[in-house]
């Protein structure tokens, strides 16, 4: 039984050496995964910045590390280390997708749906809405946000512009060059109800305003 438990031990000690100290696991190829080739984040950069270096041992990579190192780069929204034994090491990417961009003169400011701010560029993705906050800059991002990722598929994909002067004032420009008047962020499912159905009536088409500020009084010009 002595003998046993030294040779179990002795077995766990060398497997331990093994994973965590020599030379027959380490790391000797890195991938980036999940980065789209026109991204300006590149897979380079992401490897330079991750910490990990060719010839470390595998099993003391550190995840969290790795994580911590990359949210450096803002466009970054999660990382996922994964271990292909005995020598590769893939880090999978998530980029930040950008729902909106808010308006800085002549450039664009990108937010996602967490309403982070994450990059400013000076052309605009396209696809992408602008926001334009003319009154209290907290309040009126919120308000608009709030409106903007809440807001239908078919909607949303015809959205070109959003403006914004605090929780009772935002205002839709769709790509028909139409003008939503949407005011508050209250009744919120019901406005977009009642827009889905305006947009898809008669004459929906010669329709400049729909205005649903008082969803269950709406109007259009």
């Given at each position: 039984?002595l003998g046993?438990?030294?040779?179990?031990?002795?077995?766990?000690g060398i497997?331990?050496w093994?994973?965590?100290?020599?030379?027959?696991?380490?790391?000797n190829?890195i991938?980036?995964?999940g980065?789209?080739?026109?991204?300006?984040?590149k897979?380079?950069?992401i490897?330079?910045l991750?910490?990990?270096?060719?010839?470390?041992?595998?099993?003391?990579?550190?995840?969290?590390?790795?994580?911590?190192?990359?949210a450096?780069?803002?466009?970054?929204?999660?990382?996922?280390?994964?271990?292909?034994?005995?020598?590769?090491?893939?880090?999978?990417?998530?980029?930040?997708?950008?729902?909106a961009?808010?308006?800085?003169?002549?450039?664009?400011?990108?937010?996602?749906s967490?309403?982070?701010?994450?990059?400013?560029?000076?052309?605009?993705?396209?696809?992408?809405?602008?926001?334009?906050?003319t009154?209290?800059?907290?309040?009126?991002?919120?308000?608009a946000?709030?409106?903007?990722?809440?807001?239908?598929?078919?909607?949303?994909s015809?959205?070109?512009?959003?403006?914004?002067?605090?929780?009772?004032?935002?205002?839709?420009t769709l790509?028909?060059g139409?003008?939503i008047?949407?005011?508050?962020?209250?009744d919120?499912?019901?406005?977009?109800?009642?827009?889905?159905?305006?947009?898809?009536?008669?004459?929906?088409?010669?329709?400049?305003?729909?205005?649903?500020?008082?969803?269950?009084?709406?109007?259009?010009?």
């Amino acid at each position: 039984m002595l003998g046993a438990a030294l040779l179990a031990v002795l077995l766990t000690g060398i497997a331990g050496w093994l994973l965590g100290w020599s030379s027959v696991l380490t790391v000797n190829q890195i991938e980036v995964v999940g980065v789209p080739s026109d991204s300006p984040i590149k897979s380079e950069s992401i490897i330079a910045l991750s910490g990990i270096r060719i010839n470390e041992p595998m099993a003391r990579l550190s995840g969290a590390s790795v994580k911590r190192e990359l949210a450096q780069i803002s466009r970054i929204k999660s990382v996922s280390l994964i271990r292909h034994w005995p020598h590769k090491v893939v880090l999978v990417i998530k980029e930040r997708i950008p729902t909106a961009a808010i308006v800085k003169g002549s450039e664009f400011q990108l937010i996602d749906s967490e309403n982070k701010q994450y990059a400013t560029v000076s052309v605009l993705p396209s696809a992408v809405p602008t926001v334009l906050i003319t009154g209290d800059y907290e309040t009126g991002l919120k308000s608009a946000m709030s409106v903007i990722t809440e807001l239908p598929v078919i909607i949303r994909s015809q959205l070109t512009h959003v403006e914004s002067s605090g929780s009772d004032g935002v205002q839709l420009t769709l790509r028909t060059g139409a003008r939503i008047i949407w005011g508050s962020s209250e009744d919120f499912g019901l406005k977009s109800r009642v827009l889905a159905t305006l947009l898809t009536g008669a004459g929906a088409s010669k329709v400049k305003t729909f205005d649903v500020s008082a969803p269950f009084a709406p109007t259009t010009k």
